[in-house]
């Protein structure tokens, strides 16, 4: 009976909000769509990170980059692309292999970052559409209001009810999906953290064999 009065009270703000309420709800279905893909698109992205440099820290630290490198383009994470862009260049020079990683990290930092730039758009979008609808509620209590040509509560409540619902629900959305960015960009930040260190050890390891064959 519970769940049934709360489906029925939404029900209620929903028709209450008026025709802005349409693209609130576009807004959140999206933000909702976006949070979920990319919480498992890092969860996973992260994960095979951590694999891959379980195995080949280790190689690379002992020099031994031809095993290094197979195991990176077997790996089909994030820090193996930027890796084995790395690796295959190993004998061309320090140089050489830092111009690669940075080329390939390019391209890896911006899927990571892909979806983060719609999280941001519709934690903005979603109380300027608020915002709209308080605008249209007041036209609305005003124009009430003038066809009366006498102030009433019962001729302005309709349009401020619509203002106000129309402004809680731009700002309930957007901030749990202001929320959800902030910490995507975070996981995103410390990602690319643990990929610059393994590297910076793989450079230095290119370093010390390059040193070795002079």
Not at 148 to 157: F, I, K, P
Request: charged share 20%.
């Amino acid at each position: 009976m519970l769940g049934s009065g709360q489906e029925l009270r939404l029900g209620d703000l929903w028709d209450s909000g008026g025709f802005m309420m349409w693209p609130l709800g576009i807004c959140l279905a999206l933000g909702l769509l976006i949070i979920v893909w990319k919480f498992f698109d890092l969860a996973l992205k992260s994960a095979s990170n951590r694999k891959l440099f379980k195995e080949v820290d280790g190689l690379i630290a002992q020099q031994r980059l031809d095993q290094a490198l197979s195991l990176c383009e077997e790996s089909k994470s994030p820090a193996g692309n930027i890796l084995s862009a790395g690796l295959r260049r190993y004998k061309e020079g320090t140089t050489r292999v830092t111009q690669a990683i940075e080329n390939a990290g390019t391209i890896e930092v911006s899927k990571l970052e892909r979806g983060l730039v719609w999280l941001a758009t519709l934690s903005n979008v979603a109380p300027l559409l608020g915002f709209l609808g308080t605008v249209i509620g007041m036209i609305q209590a005003f124009q009430a209001i003038e066809i009366a040509g006498e102030v009433e509560a019962t001729l302005v409540a309709g349009g401020i009810k619509v203002a106000l619902i129309t402004t809680a629900t731009g700002l309930a959305i957007a901030i749990p999906i202001n929320i959800a960015h902030n910490y995507f960009v975070s996981r995103v930040d410390r990602i690319v953290i643990d990929m610059e260190e393994s590297a910076q050890k793989m450079i230095d390891a290119v370093h010390a064999v390059e040193r070795g064959t002079v």
